[in-house]
């Protein structure tokens, strides 16, 4: 019997379960496979092609040297390279990891190979999907803060005697300052492109297909020393600050104190728990700020695992969910970045620029204005999906259609992430560079936040009365002048008519 390996492109880590499952490493046959007609399902940023498959190449090129049998195959499909190092190797059993993403498991079903095939359970989460599973069934609500709170139990973070550190189990109060003044934002941790990166950009600009996105300011690491690097980084220069502008946009900071190790953690670099617990262990030496760290441990140890439990739990049909029946096209400034209103403008030129916008960006301004706008869900989800470096299905259809559109009609939000310009203006400094005036409702300069906004609450009104947590941003609905409401929603149309 001959097993070999396949690895995908966001399973690069020694220790994943499928290299795991053999006892015999050396001479180990292994493949990677860079697909092109993978990548062509949409435009895909091109700086997020080049992280894939530079570390793709640089993995290969460690396994190499610690002696498994490495083939790195660039093709169109996937089933022909499979199937000549079936051939080559005389493999008669095929094991891989299973996916993250739900698509990529019937592709795998879809092969046609002359071996079997063993999918070997995933464990690039803390979480395995039964353990999820187990703990969603039978619940009312998949509440966060609950899971959250059994994870810190089930792991002993940021514990004392079963009991919270601190007495509280969750500081997110604590962590909504608005920028005010000169913010002394840390420098973030770039790194400069090595000859297989090198390689694969020339390979990435000569691509003749569609894509997004510049590829010159490409500075992602790529290896997992450099990503334990990035951990490092933020650790040292970042993560003492996290907490109190965690929900903050300025003008030209891209990053501000965030850690910038989504790309890393979700190619499997890096390990949600060794982050949890490097972390942690700064918080003990060095006495941190507890909003800063609690604040940072329930990003991964709450949402990153609670996001990725929900996606395995809900149903196939999830990624097709259009709770407020939504319909209008995605406008082009998505792509371009080519609109006047200044917070559109600014998050989609850096979204071009990096591949990366930070938590609030994304769920504040731009999905906050795919849902008052009724913008199509999948089209969202699609841009979403080409535009972000750290984009996979997994992390996609939960953070996009779930929590930033509320198209699952609740199933992890408790209410509508759905806000006004005002909110921008607290939050950023956006408005003050803005054609638009962002105290206006309607007239030709208002704000299209604002009459989006309140279109959005007018046309939703009986849906949204079911959602307890809106009652009282109904009431102020109510208040608004009919005259008033009808300029709204005429200026809503005319938007739409305009940008169609
Ligand atoms: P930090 O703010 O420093 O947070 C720390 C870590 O927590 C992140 O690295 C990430 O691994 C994890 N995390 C926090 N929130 C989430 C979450 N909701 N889902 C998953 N992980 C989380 N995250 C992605 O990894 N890929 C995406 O494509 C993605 N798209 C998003 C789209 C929308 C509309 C929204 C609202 C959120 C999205 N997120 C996505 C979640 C989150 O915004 C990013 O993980 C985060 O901004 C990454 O930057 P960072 O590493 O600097 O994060
Ligand atoms: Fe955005 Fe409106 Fe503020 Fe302009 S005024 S930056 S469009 S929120």
């Not at 891989?96 to 879809?110: A, G, K, T």
């Not at 060095?286 to 929900?310: A, D, T």
């Not at 409702?441 to 906004?453: E, I, S, T």
């Amino acid at each position: 019997m001959t097993i070999g390996v396949w690895i995908l492109g966001d399973q690069l880590w020694e220790q994943q379960a499928a290299l795991q499952s053999v006892a015999q490493k050396e001479n180990l046959p292994v493949i990677f496979i860079e697909s092109l007609q993978h990548i062509q399902v949409r435009p895909y940023h091109q700086q997020k092609l080049v992280l894939v498959w530079s570390a793709m190449r640089h993995f290969a090129e460690e396994l190499r040297q610690k002696q498994y049998l490495v083939t790195y195959k660039i093709s169109d499909d996937f089933a022909t390279p499979l199937q000549a190092w079936v051939q080559e190797y005389q493999i008669t059993e095929l094991r891989l990891m299973m996916p993250s993403d739900r698509p990529f498991i019937e592709v795998i079903h879809s092969l046609e190979l002359s071996c079997k095939i063993t999918l070997i359970p995933n464990n690039h989460f803390l979480w395995s999907t039964e353990e999820f599973n187990h703990w969603a069934k039978n619940r009312k609500r998949l509440l966060m803060e609950d899971f959250y709170r059994e994870g810190r139990r089930r792991w002993q973070i940021l514990m004392a005697q079963n009991k919270p550190i601190g007495g509280k189990w969750n500081l997110d109060k604590e962590n909504r300052q608005p920028p005010k003044g000169k913010l002394n934002t840390p420098p973030a941790q770039w790194f400069v492109a090595d000859k297989i990166t090198l390689d694969v950009i020339a390979k990435v600009k000569s691509l003749s297909i569609a894509t997004y996105g510049d590829l010159e300011t490409f500075r992602w690491g790529v290896t997992r020393q450099q990503a334990l690097q990035v951990l490092d980084w933020f650790i040292q220069h970042r993560l003492s600050d996290f907490g109190p502008y965690q929900d903050a946009m300025v003008t030209g900071e891209q990053t501000m104190w965030h850690a910038m190790l989504s790309p890393y953690l979700n190619l499997g670099l890096l390990q949600p728990l060794e982050v949890i617990q490097a972390v942690e262990q700064a918080y003990q030496q060095h006495q941190l700020p507890l909003n800063s760290v609690e604040g940072f441990i329930r990003q991964v140890l709450g949402w990153r695992e609670y996001m990725h439990g929900v996606y395995h739990y809900v149903d196939a049909a999830y990624p097709d969910k259009n709770w407020f029946n939504h319909t209008q096209a995605l406008p082009e400034f998505f792509w371009t970045g080519k609109t006047q209103m200044n917070c559109l403008h600014q998050v989609l030129t850096q979204v071009q620029h990096s591949g990366y916008a930070h938590h609030i960006q994304r769920l504040m301004v731009l999905s906050n204005f795919a849902l008052i706008a009724g913008l199509l869900p999948q089209a969202v989800e699609n841009w979403f999906h080409a535009a972000f470096i750290d984009a996979y299905d997994w992390v996609m259809q939960t953070n996009v259609i779930g929590m930033g559109l509320f198209a699952d009609g609740g199933v992890l939000a408790s209410k509508p992430y759905a806000a006004s310009a005002n909110y921008i203006n607290k939050m950023s400094d956006y408005c003050k560079g803005c054609e638009y005036n962002y105290k206006e409702r309607v007239g030709k300069n208002a704000c299209p936040f604002n009459f989006f906004y309140w279109n959005f609450l007018d046309q939703h009104r009986d849906k949204l009365q079911t959602q307890g947590r809106m009652s009282f941003i109904l009431k102020n609905l109510d208040k608004m002048s009919p005259e008033e409401l009808q300029s709204i929603r005429k200026q809503a149309h005319i938007w739409h008519t305009d940008n169609s």
